[in-house]
């Protein structure tokens, strides 16, 4: 299968895929860096994709994918061919489900939950197999009062990948959803097609999506696509922990802009916010320069440092690295006041 949107004779990619539902914020611009700064300072390409699949949210919000390539490009950041847009691959993926063991589930979230055993010690609750092995006779009674979705037919309990920061962690995995009941394809098949189609072997996304990097590199796995090293940042937050805002934000970089705030000193924030000098122009981040190498590179994970006990599949931490050491893997909070931008790392247990 030809893989649209591949960067010309690049082999190595890392890439920065936003969904166009709302403006990036500082805490996407952050990622975004990070994401850029890991695929250029080790040989990569660099992609950029637009998650477009929810149709409806994408309409609402009009315009704004062109919006954040622009506000990408004013930052500084470059990429390497076409931005690739979900939307206008629907038989890419239908392909793909066509390729994998699959079976109608015609659940709702309500059913799901009440019939899902309770959270174990691992937090973990999965798909209970409802309609995995149901007759030819009750799949038609099924149909005849609900649309189904298609889950995998999972034939694992769990998997292993690894993160940068984190190291390798291994979770359950089970029967996920390939194709809601409405027809789109779920994002858990289409982030692991595109991935895979266009080469990245670099995945670089805010650490509240870890937990789901089991599941996609086991897809990725039963499509014979090349299973990723993940990179998870830390997230940005308003002052003590508070939600992103206007004031402490959650304001898009043209709005900020127009309230006064300087573009390079935006640029020198969300560098210095990842360890790094506060330069004005992104390029001389990617001069040689063993000290920016030796900031973007974590410090040692924890599986990193002790050998394979053999134990069950655990839990996959999500929460906050800590440490002396600021870098992507960190947490921070920022203000706006007026023209004013700050930041400063965000202290608080985390899981090292």
């Known amino acids: 299968m030809d893989a649209p949107s591949r960067a010309p004779g690049l082999a190595r990619l890392g890439r920065f895929a936003p969904s166009p539902t709302s403006a990036l914020h500082l805490g996407n611009l952050r990622t975004a860096l990070a994401a850029w700064l890991l695929a250029r300072r080790t040989g990569r390409g660099f992609v950029v994709r637009v998650e477009d699949l929810d149709r409806a949210r994408v309409r609402a919000a009009g315009d704004i994918a062109g919006r954040q390539l622009r506000d990408l490009e004013a930052l500084g950041l470059d990429w390497d061919g076409p931005v690739l ?54 799949r038609r009674v099924r149909a005849s009062g609900r649309r189904p979705a298609t889950r995998l037919r ?69 499509l014979g696509l090349r299973q990723p090293v993940y990179a998870h940042t830390g997230l940005v937050s308003g002052p003590d922990g508070q939600r992103l805002s206007k004031t402490a934000g959650a304001a898009g970089l043209g709005e900020l802009i127009d309230r006064g705030v300087e573009l390079g000193r935006v640029r020198g924030m969300l560098a210095a916010s990842l360890g790094l000098p506060p330069v004005d122009d992104l390029s001389e981040l990617l001069t040689p320069d063993q000290r920016i190498d030796a900031a973007l590179t974590p410090p040692p994970a924890p599986d990193d440092e002790a050998p394979d006990t053999g134990t069950a599949p655990h839990r996959l931490d999500a929460g906050p690295i800590l440490g002396d050491r600021l870098g992507w893997w960190s947490d921070v909070e920022i203000l706006v006041e007026g023209s004013a931008i700050s930041w400063r790392p965000r202290r608080r247990t985390g899981c090292r």
């Open 85 to 138: 847009r979900q939307s206008q691959r629907p038989d890419v993926y239908a392909q793909m489900i066509d390729r994998l063991d699959s079976y109608p589930c015609f659940c709702s979230r309500r059913e799901i939950a009440e019939a899902s055993t309770a959270p174990n010690s691992t937090d973990w609750r999965p798909y209970p197999g409802t309609c995995r092995d149901l007759s030819a006779a009750e």
């Open 154 to 222: 999972s034939r694992v309990c769990a998997w292993t990948v690894t993160d940068l920061a984190r190291g390798r962690e291994t979770r359950m995995v089970d029967d996920t959803v390939l194709l809601r009941n409405d027809g789109t394809p779920a994002y858990n098949l289409a982030v692991v097609v595109d991935d895979g189609l266009q080469g990245v072997d670099q995945v670089v996304r805010a650490r509240d999506l870890w937990s789901s990097a089991p599941r996609q590199a086991m897809i990725a796995s039963l």
